[in-house]
């Protein structure tokens, strides 16, 4: 089962560098002739371009569970959760960060799915200096930081766990960031709740080594963004048919590291 709070990983983008080969000295050519790029999970960063004074990245999103009309009533979440990173996207190419900021360029980063939609997140040269001045990750609000991923994760649901669950809704309620997920009684059979709550123990041993463990960037973030606001993490199951409910909860001490 996969455990995570953002299911686009607003992020991802910077993952992804443009690697230093390449003889131009123009340094926007040089990232540019490294185009297309992979972005994991995503999909891959087709052009780099300067129109003026405006640094663009396009991203072309391939990953169907991602949601871009949702995700823009959501931009200054996004664009909160990716600033304390943005500037790992010129890790191999200081020369263009440096121009970035020396000609007070406009940082544009312009996302597009398949169908056409877009979606355009733009960072000012007065955010980008503030982020070279300040340690954005360590100044941001826990409970801000909590409340864009939550918005974030929303965006993109229903999202199927299963053939037969699926998660509706995330919410922050009594301490606890709450996955809400149907279980479709009629696909997964008579007594579906009664068999899911007599394997209640496995599940919860199951997803506490998952949760447990590292190096899952999901499972990473999803504890320090938790943990971070003093949170714990519960999974609350609910039969379409009978109306019956399963908690799997991991409280916040259960989930630190």
């Known amino acids: 089962m996969k455990h995570h ?36 999970n995503v999909g891959f960063i087709s052009s780099i371009s300067l129109n003026s004074d405006t640094l663009t990245y ?34 191999s190419q200081p020369d263009l960060l440096d121009k970035l900021r020396s000609e007070k360029w406009t940082l544009s980063v312009r996302y597009v799915d398949p169908q056409g939609t877009s979606l355009r997140l733009a960072f000012s040269p007065d955010e980008l200096s503030e982020q070279a001045a ?22 993109s649901l229903p999202a199927s766990m299963t053939d037969a669950i699926v998660i509706d809704d995330i919410c922050d309620r009594n301490g606890y960031v709450v996955f809400e997920c149907s279980v479709d009684e009629t696909a997964a059979g008579d007594g579906a709740m009664e068999n899911l709550r007599d394997s209640a123990a496995e599940i919860r041993a199951s997803m506490a080594e998952s949760l447990s463990s590292e190096g899952d960037p999901d499972v990473d973030r999803l504890v320090d963004v938790t943990t971070a606001a003093g949170r714990g993490l519960a999974y609350r199951y609910t039969g379409t048919i009978s109306g019956d409910t399963l908690t799997i909860a991991f409280s916040p001490a259960e989930l630190r590291r």
């Open 5 to 40: 709070l953002t299911i686009l990983a607003a992020a991802a983008l910077l993952t992804a560098s443009c690697s230093g080969s390449g003889n131009s000295s123009d340094p926007v050519a040089k990232a540019a002739s490294q185009c297309p790029i992979p972005v994991e």
């Open 134 to 155: 300040h340690a954005a990750s360590a100044t941001l609000d826990p409970e801000q930081r909590l409340a864009d991923e939550i918005a974030l994760s929303k965006s």
């Open 58 to 91: 396009v991203c072309n999103v391939t990953d169907r569970s991602i949601n871009l009309e949702g995700l823009s009533r959501n931009t200054d979440a996004m664009k909160r959760t990716m600033m304390p990173v943005i500037t790992s996207l010129f890790d």
